[in-house]
């Protein structure tokens, strides 16, 4: 079974600065996706960033960029000049790469992110 | 495009009684996942359902059930309620099984007293 762990419950960064969210997950297999999704209070889940396990490359959405080691099973959530409006909840979520089989997201506990003014 | 909408935002219901939540998917969207939140944890996959059929599902009792229309909107029904069934309940859409992105509504809150 999949099992997507982070470790930090709550983190605080000054508007303006940067601040890096961990997440590892343990998995045997080789074809995967893996996605950081953020809840604000309204409590809508917002798709942050997804990052294909077969592409090298790290994936990035304008602030937004991710450190994906494959081997270490780690997928870290890099947040730049941060925003008030990026204070959220943050997870991060895992989805086996099956053709056929569902598409369930396995997500970690979350991360209380807040950007102090 | 319509996004993902879910119905009702909140819900009180009693221990024992049943329950029925809405999900009306995004547009051109064929599959419906539904995810339990309870408070300050992350989502649990309850099931799937692609093209009117139940396509997976996670570790949750027989009382949780549900159904999609031709339309692709779904239903999730919760039979015999208990305390521990308080949670937000999450419905998320895509556009198919093969690892779509799910795009989600903005929940139902269930509180069962």
């Known amino acids: 079974a999949q099992t997507v762990t982070q470790s930090q419950p709550e983190m605080s960064v000054q508007e303006a600065e940067t601040v890096t969210l961990s997440c590892t997950y343990d998995t045997s297999e080789n074809n995967y996706y893996l996605f950081w999704y953020k809840q604000p209070p309204s409590r809508q889940m917002i798709l942050v960033i997804r990052q294909e396990a077969y592409k090298q490359q790290n994936a990035t959405e304008n602030r937004f960029s991710v450190n994906f080691q494959k081997a270490a099973k780690s997928f870290s959530l890099k947040i730049s000049d941060s925003q008030l409006g990026d204070t959220a909840m943050y997870f991060c979520a895992f989805s086996q790469g099956v053709d056929g089989a569902n598409s369930k997201l396995t997500f970690g506990k979350g991360i209380t992110l807040s950007v102090r003014p | ?113």
Do not use: M
Not at chain 2, 9 to 36: A, E, F
């Open chain 2, 1 to 113: 495009e319509t996004g993902v909408t879910q119905s009702p935002t909140h819900l009180i219901k009693t221990r024992g009684q049943q329950v029925t939540l809405r999900c009306s998917s995004q547009s051109g969207h064929n599959t419906v996942s539904w995810y339990q939140q309870a408070l300050g944890q992350g989502p649990q996959f309850i099931f799937q359902y692609y093209r009117e059929e139940e396509n997976g599902r996670g570790n949750f009792p027989p009382r949780f059930s549900g159904l999609q229309f031709p339309n692709y909107s779904s239903e999730l029904n919760v039979n015999a309620l208990e305390l521990d069934d308080s949670a937000l309940y999450l419905c998320a859409s895509s556009l198919g099984v093969n690892q779509e992105t799910q795009y989600f509504g903005p929940g139902t809150r269930l509180l069962v007293l």
